[in-house]
């Protein structure tokens, strides 16, 4: 949960659509959106098991105890449904299947988080 990390990379992605790929297909700015979105939103689960585990909603806190208790044992043993790879794919298929393009770059954006993660 490195939200500044994630941010920046799925910046620099944005960017990187806006600027190449506007020219060829004439792409809106909600598909490079949707990059930067799924980069960064997927962390969200963290917040959510946060929550969960601990019945407090302060963010900062939250961000707090992930960058300062990762490694502590109750956090090991938490499950983050949008950390796993399955979920990713089986929203990669429902962007195939539906042939959504701006859900296709949120999954490309999301395959960007988990790498950088190193899930
Ligand atoms: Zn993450």
């Known amino acids: 949960m490195e939200l ?3 941010f ?3 910046w620099v992605g944005f960017t990187l ?5 506007k020219s060829l297909f004439d792409v809106n700015i909600w598909i490079a ?3 930067l979105l799924g980069s960064v939103i997927v962390d969200i689960d963290h917040y959510i098991w946060y929550v969960s585990k601990f019945r407090k909603y302060n963010i900062v806190d939250c961000y707090s105890f992930f960058l300062r208790d990762r490694d502590i044992k109750v956090y090991r043993n938490k499950f983050l449904v949008l950390h796993k790879w399955t979920s990713l794919i089986l929203v990669l298929v429902v962007s195939f299947l539906i042939q959504n393009f701006i859900l296709l770059m949120f999954v490309y954006g999301w395959f960007l988080h988990l790498m950088l993660d190193g899930k």
Request: hydrophobic share 65%; proline share 0%; no cysteine.
């Open 17 to 21: 659509i806006m600027s190449s790929v």
């Open 4 to 6: 500044i990390k994630h």
């Open 8 to 10: 920046w990379v799925g």
């Open 33 to 35: 959106f949707a990059f």
